[in-house]
């Protein structure tokens, strides 16, 4: 093993910065003019930021879980990425701000003359959503330090224990991630619509999830090997494992949508089929025939074979473009809400990018200097480098 920590280049902080600070700006004018709409972006960046780092926390529990070698040389790339995680929380003041905005369930008025409303109070009222968002939050912060100390003390003398202290967190995080994330799911999303539901929703939103995290580990992994910050000894074929997961969540995904949409379609309820039609009105028809394109036909296609898996260019391309696909993913699960017959995109909507990729790059750099990029000495670090097809 040969990797030597270098710091990474202060640009990734001085263009993350810049590109943050123009996002917090348009935001900040959005909540001037358009205050409902600027909630709704806020919403959509919000989900995207818990799918990198919390999706990211929970690779890094799979790859303790199944024992991983290949996995190795990335798990810190995906620890780092969940850093974001204690973030969150502050970043989740502003839409309990907008709870009124955001959610018709939270009308008073509106609860006392509906009959689902009221069937669905004792779930949907703001003191039990606030104390489930609480719960979620700190149960993601608590495990995210719990895990990643014990990744960098093993850094210190390489002791075998600590491997085995998470693989013991690990088998506790997994099922209290399913069941947290499928509370964000339907609590920030599902809700935004309180008349419909969805049994399978919070899978669906797990699937994007994990698709986004793969896809943001592999676009840093594949750039931090390209300048020379990751060990030479790490081959193409390491990546073959990371394309692979890619394209099946990625399939699974495809999965999940088509059952949600088929069952609904098939019993033909009215109670259920409002959703989908909405999302089938007006420009929100090609908004919806894009996402099946861009999220499913297209990376299938592309990634099917075995040859994509380990070509890195390729994968540079297409990670990004995965991430690209959940962004709008979330947008057609969002905005229909607020944009009724035809989809909206402004100026309002370019905080979304501008936010996301400045915050993740000041963060991942600011983050990345406290550590190693490498577990240096996790036993299992030079199988992993030495892995082969």
Sequence with gaps: MDYIKKQLPDSLTKTGGIMLAMGVLILIAAFIFTPQRAFFDYLWVYLFLVSISVGSLALVALEYLVGATWSTPFRRISEILASMIPYLVLLAIPL??????????????????????????????????????????????????????????????????????NITLSTIFAPLFIVSITITAIDFAMSLEPHWFSTI??????????????????????????????????????????GTLMFGFNVFWAYIAFSQFILIWYADLPEETFWFIHR??????????????????????????????????????????????????????????????????????????????????????????????????????????????
Excluded at 154 to 162: A, H, I, N, T
Excluded at 201 to 219: P, R, S
Excluded at 227 to 238: A, E, I, R
Excluded at 297 to 323: S, Y
Aim: aromatic share 18%; hydrophobic share 50%; charged share 15%.
């Design 96 to 165: 309990f701000l907008g709870l009124h905005d955001l959610y018709h369930w939270t009308h008073a008025e509106a609860v006392e003359h509906d009959a689902i409303l009221q069937s669905k109070s004792p779930y949907l009222n703001v003191s039990f959503f606030t104390a489930r968002t609480l719960f979620c939050l700190l149960l993601w912060v608590m495990f995210f330090f719990l895990i990643t100390k014990n990744s960098e003390k093993q850094d210190l003398d390489g002791d075998p224990k600590y491997t085995k202290k």
């Design 201 to 242: 929703y919070g899978v669906y939103y797990f699937a994007g999830t994990i698709i986004a995290a793969l896809a943001a580990t592999t676009f840093a992994s594949i750039k931090l090997k390209e300048g020379g910050f990751l060990d030479s000894h790490l081959g193409k074929d390491s990546f073959y494992s990371l």
């Design 280 to 389: 089938w009105e007006g420009s929100w028809k090609f908004v919806s025939l894009s996402l099946l394109f861009i999220h499913f036909v297209i990376p299938f296609l592309i990634l099917v074979g075995r040859n994509a898996k380990t070509n890195l260019q390729l994968l540079k391309f297409m990670a990004p473009w995965m991430l690209f696909a959940h962004a709008l993913d979330l947008y057609w699960l969002i905005f229909p809400t607020l944009f009724k017959g035809n989809a909206g995109f402004g100026w309002q909507e370019l905080s979304f990018p501008l936010i996301v990729i400045g915050l993740t790059m000041v963060l991942f750099r600011f983050n990345a200097e406290k550590k190693n990029l490498m577990a240096v000495k996790d036993p299992k670090m030079q199988a992993g480098l030495d892995f082969h097809l």
